[in-house]
């Protein structure tokens, strides 16, 4: 089963700060990782795909990078609605795995 | 509009059984890979099984496999989950959501249906 770490658990910012979510897996998934964002009560959603590339609809601050083992996402500058929480997810092998979330929170 | 619709959680005392049911509306199910992810409350996202267009493949999480069945009927452009001999710790809210296809990930999500299992 490939494990996927995320870090920091938590990441407290203000709007217009940049956010780096780190998500490292435990063996290569190849490019074959996405990010999505949930909100309280709400289901996730897809933001990012392929380890890069932004779903339909995902405002250009949102960036994707990496790929093998180490990944990143990346927001430039927040925005009042990107506080939520960030998950990663391999689909390189079954099982399928998620990681254990980022938490955004304002400062 | 694309959506996915599930119903059927409810609760259940252990041992019991539940079947969850998605439907799909505004696109295909046959053309996709189809699958339920659970969140346990106040947890994380795990994924729970998935299964090929066609039927002829499935997969899941070892904590599920020989108590849960994933099936589809694409004629009623629908998904479902039979999950049997519960536990407290399949609690959780089920999310069905399908796999775009060459985008490897879930791209669209249901709004999720809630399994409590107790006594």
Redesign the interface.
């Known amino acids: 089963e490939i494990v996927l770490t995320q870090s920091p658990a938590t990441l407290s910012l203000s709007p217009g700060e940049r956010a780096t979510l780190s998500c490292r897996a435990s063996q290569s998934v190849s490019s074959?990782l996405?990010w999505?964002q949930?909100k309280p009560g709400q289901?996730?959603?897809?933001f990012i795909?392929?380890a890069s590339?932004r779903?339909t609809g995902i405002p250009a601050r949102f960036s994707g990078s990496g790929s093998g083992t180490d990944f990143t996402l990346t927001i430039s500058s927040l925005e009042p609605e990107d506080f939520a929480v960030y998950?990663c997810?391999q689909?390189s092998s079954?099982?399928?795995?998620?990681?254990?979330?980022t938490k955004v929170e304002i400062k | 509009e694309v959506q996915l619709v599930e119903s059927g959680g409810g609760l259940v005392q252990p041992g019991g059984s539940l079947r969850l049911s998605c439907e799909g509306s505004g696109f295909t199910i046959s053309n996709y890979w189809m699958g339920w992810v659970r969140q346990a409350p106040g947890k994380g996202l795990e994924w729970v099984a998935d299964i090929k267009q066609d039927g002829s493949e499935k997969q899941y999480v070892d904590s599920v496999k020989g108590r849960s069945t994933i099936s589809r009927d694409n004629a009623k452009n629908s998904l479902y989950l039979q999950m049997n001999s519960l536990r407290d710790e399949d609690t959780a809210v089920y999310y069905c959501a399908r796999d775009g296809s060459s985008l490897r990930a879930f791209d669209i999500w249901g709004q999720g249906t809630m399994v409590t299992v107790s006594s």
């Open positions: 074959h996405a999505y949930q289901a996730p959603r897809l795909y392929g590339n779903a998950y997810h689909r079954w099982p399928l795995t998620f990681g254990g979330g």
